[in-house]
C-alpha cells in the first residue's frame, strides 16, 4: 500500500497513523522480523526501518546505540534490503526506510530506489540530504513510485517550508524539536504551533507527522488533536529493545498503547 493511500483509509476512520521506527538488525536480522510483527500486531500503521550508518547525525544516544548494534550485528544494504524482502508483512502497512546519503550515493540512486520497489519499501527518509541538492534522488523516486520524505523543523524558513512541501510525498516530517531523537516527558508548545505554521505556510495537502520525542498515549494525541496526521515514534522502541526484556510482547504492549493516542474516537 502506498503511504497516500494509508493516510487516506485512516482519515476516513478519523484516526491518526502511528509510524514506528526501528533500527533493522538491532539486536539481529532474525529478531528484527519478530519486531517488526509485533508493531503490526499492536497497530503499527507504518514501520519505519532504519538503514544503520555509521554517522548517523541525526539521532540522539539511543538509537545511536541501536544502529551501533546493527551494525556489529551484521546489517548493510544488501542484508537490509533481503531482510525488508523477507519481513512478509501485512499489504497494508507500508514500509519506509530512513538512512542517510553516503549509503544511497555509494549504492547508486537508481540502484537503491529500485532496490526499496523489490523489496516492498514504499518511501525514503534521508535526514541529511537538503531539499536544494535532492533532484537526482527526487527524479528516480518519481520515475519509480517511491516516496522522498523530507523534514522540515522548528528552525526551517517559510519560503524553505514551500520548497519542501512542493517537492516531498508520502507525508512531511515535522521535527517535534531542535536537538536529536530521543524519548522526552513532554509535548513543547512550539511543536504544536509548527503543525498549523506549516499548514498555513504551504497549504500543502500532504500528510504532517510529527516526530523526535514521542513516547507516551498523551503526547500521541495532543499532536493529532493539533492537526497532525501522525505521530513517528522511536527510541521508546530502541530502549525497550536494547532492554532485551520480553520484546515483542512489550513492543506490541506499547504500540496499542501509543495507536489509541493517535484515535480520535
Known amino acids: 500500500m502506498k503511504l497516500k493511500d494509508k493516510f487516506t483509509e485512516l482519515k476516513t476512520r478519523h484516526e491518526g497513523a502511528l509510524i514506528a521506527y526501528i533500527c ?158 530521543g524519548a522526552r516527558a513532554d509535548v513543547a508548545e512550539s511543536t504544536l504551533s509548527l503543525i498549523d505554521l506549516v499548514r498555513s505556510t504551504t497549504h500543502t495537502a500532504t500528510p504532517l507527522a510529527v516526530g523526535f520525542g514521542i513516547s507516551t498515549r498523551d503526547q500521541a494525541a495532543a499532536i493529532i488533536e493539533a492537526g497532525a496526521d501522525g505521530v513517528i515514534v522511536g527510541s521508546a522502541f530502541v530502549n525497550i529493545i536494547a532492554d532485551g526484556v520480553d520484546v515483542p510482547e512489550q513492543i506490541e504492549e506499547l504500540a496499542r498503547e501509543l495507536k489509541a493516542g493517535c484515535c480520535h474516537g
Not at 517537492?167 to 531542535?178: D, E, K, P, Q
Open 24 to 181: 533493522a538488525g538491532d539486536p539481529t536480522p532474525e529478531a528484527t522480523t519478530e519486531i517488526v510483527h509485533a508493531l503490526v500486531r499492536g497497530g503499527a500503521d507504518i514501520v519505519e526501518l532504519g538503514l544503520p550508518f555509521s554517522d548517523p547525525i541525526a539521532d540522539g544516544p539511543t538509537i545511536q546505540a541501536s544502529i551501533e548494534r546493527a551494525l556489529e550485528a551484521g546489517m548493510n544494504p544488501d542484508i537490509f534490503f533481503d531482510l525488508a524482502r523477507s519481513l512478509d508483512v501485512d499489504a497494508d502497512v507500508p514500509l519506509v526506510v530512513m538512512t542517510y546519503y553516503n549509503l544511497i550515493f555509494k549504492r547508486g540512486l537508481e540502484h537503491f530506489v529500485a532496490d526499496c520497489v523489490d523489496s516492498g519499501i514504499t518511501g525514503i527518509i534521508v535526514p541529511d540530504l537538503p531539499v536544494e541538492e535532492s533532484e537526482d534522488l527526487a527524479m528516480h523516486c518519481k520515475r519509480h513510485g517511491v516516496d522522498l520524505i523530507f523534514l522540515i523543523a522548528p528552525t526551517t524558513y517559510q519560503e524553505r517550508m514551500k520548497r519542501i512541501a512542493g517537492v516531498g510525498s508520502g507525508f512531511i516530517y515535522l521535527v517535534a524539536r531542535t536537538g536529536v531523537t
